[in-house]
């Protein structure tokens, strides 16, 4: 049973990984997921994150087999 | 209504006529038609752009452009959406996207087509990477969308 | 700047194309394109219309489009226009009036397509008269734009 | 020496006639062309007015070898 976290763009150049999992059998805060996987990392500010595809706050419960995303603010469109 | 996601180069003008050809439903039914296409430039914040890396988050994206127009036909008396966005590598005056809007009336057309690019802009996991002469960089913040 | 008056039916989508691709100034230097095309419905206000006479004063439509162009040039910071607009006798499903906006920005594009178009339908001497089942009449007033 | 005098849509169904000049050798006010040139007719409220394809306002005067156009309210566009 595990959490499976993504990273993009600049977020996945800086840390040199796009995704990965954590082990786990009980649900855990976005931050403990963070350290754990990112112990000697900050979370850089205006990191975005998304729990199965949809934007949640910092502060929500990441719950076991939920895919986790970080990723910096966004560009798409044009003009 | 239609969202694609595409790597290959996207000719908005053939797009937009082969669907709307395609929906006779909408045949004599629409009075107005807004249309907002976003095109690679060849500078960017005073340097040179070779060309362009468009990342996205395949999966979350679609599901957030599904979310941001079904506020907007909330919003505004819209009967069609046909919604195409690229991704991998862009090249200077290649279109980026595409959104197109069919109503009855322009104010919808106008202002529905408005929300939707600038919640897409806001909201929608894509990220832009310019490559310059020299060296790359990540696009880190939106244009306000008007010449300072 | 490109301003059309034509009696023929009107392809948007290859008007448009043909501008661009002659333009070659503007390769690599816009951002944004807004297009707005307004098209014949085969209803208004609650009856069925056949067929529609678009009148006009010739000379005076183009001056006033120029004029009102030139104005939304001052307001806004766009590279180039595309104006068309039929006159004649039009079927429903064509297109009436076609704007295309070329600029840096997305927000000049947008507005400056906006304010041209309300500008054009209060102040441009364009006259329709609407052929009904049985019958016609002349349209007395615009509509504000939206669903109502 | 005259005016020219255009009528436009409606206007031009309602005064069965889209074109005419009335002679004249000095300036004369919009209303007053009117008046010779329809005396039965009452100037239909909301009709707009163009001097030489310019808009202008009902006290403007119209000078000799102007066109003078009436019109109703314009409905281009589309949408």
Redesign the interface.
């Known amino acids: 049973m595990s959490i499976t976290v993504r990273y993009f763009a600049s977020l996945r150049e800086f840390l040199n990984k796009s995704e990965e999992k954590l082990e786990t059998t009980t649900a855990l805060e976005i931050k403990e997921v963070w350290t754990q996987l990112n112990p000697d990392k900050v979370l850089p500010e205006n990191t975005l994150m998304a729990i199965n595809m949809a934007y949640v706050d910092a502060d929500q419960k990441v719950q076991v087999n939920d895919e986790l995303a970080f990723f910096p603010p966004v560009t798409g469109g044009g003009g | 209504m239609k969202i694609k996601i595409t790597e290959t180069a996207l000719n908005p003008?053939?797009e937009?006529?082969n669907y709307q050809a395609n929906k006779s439903e909408l045949?004599?039914?629409?009075?107005?038609?807004?249309?907002?296409?976003?095109?690679?430039?060849?500078?960017n914040d005073g340097d040179e752009v070779t060309s362009m890396t468009?990342?996205?988050?395949s999966?979350?994206t679609e599901?957030?452009l599904a979310t941001i127009i079904e506020k907007t036909q909330q919003n505004?008396?819209i009967l069609d959406v046909l919604l195409i966005?690229r991704v991998g590598l862009l090249l200077?005056?290649q279109?980026?996207?595409l959104i197109a809007i069919w109503?009855?009336?322009?104010?919808?057309?106008?202002d529905a087509?408005?929300e939707i690019?600038e919640a897409?802009?806001?909201?929608?996991?894509?990220?832009?990477?310019e490559n310059l002469t020299e060296g790359s960089r990540?696009?880190?913040?939106?244009?306000?969308?008007?010449?300072t």
């Open positions: 003008w053939q937009i006529e045949s004599g039914k629409f009075g107005a038609t807004n249309i907002f296409i976003g095109t690679m430039r060849d500078f468009l990342e996205h988050y999966g979350m599901k957030q505004y008396a966005h200077p005056n279109p980026i996207v109503a009855v009336h322009r104010g919808d057309a106008f087509c408005r690019m897409l802009k806001s909201s929608t996991p894509f990220w832009k990477k990540w696009v880190t913040k939106n244009s306000k969308g008007y010449q």
